[in-house]
Nanobody, 118 residues
Framework: QVQLVESGGGLVQAGGSLRLSCAAS????????MAWFRQAPGKEREFVARRIWSSIGTYYADSAKGRFTISRDNAKNTVYLQMNSLSPEDTAVYYCAAALRPAAYTYWGQGTQVTVSS
């Protein structure tokens, strides 16, 4: 089992920045990748960014490229999502997820709300 706890959401003005955190515990040695997803009201959940747990490999959705950065603190078993140049279109509940094998996100956090005002 892997447990994920997100934090760092909140209200920010357009153009501002936020950093989300996702602390992993439990069988972290089994994790293949960690990712961030988001779900806006009335929309389907969408992929935002991914980081391979044991390497520096990252991948971003087009909407996140150049504005968001996913990183990891090995000592803290924590993954971050630094979000810059935020716009109202980024308003959503952001979830972190852990995969034990490629593209199979089995474990999910509770979500953290990000609201960007215009």
């Amino acid at each position: 089992q892997v447990q994920l706890v997100e934090s760092g959401g909140g209200l920010v003005q357009a153009g501002g920045s936020l950093r989300l955190s996702c602390a992993a515990s439990g069988r972290t040695s089994s994790i293949y990748a960690m990712a961030w997803f988001r779900q806006a009201p009335g929309k389907e959940r969408e992929f935002v960014a991914r980081r391979i747990w044991s390497s520096i490999g990252t991948y971003y959705a087009d909407s996140a490229k150049g504005r968001f950065t996913i990183s990891r603190d090995n000592a803290k078993n924590t993954v971050y999502l630094q979000m810059n140049s935020l716009s109202p279109e980024d308003t959503a509940v952001y979830y972190c997820a852990a995969a034990l094998r490629p593209a199979a996100y089995t474990y999910w956090g509770q979500g953290t709300q990000v609201t960007v005002s215009s």
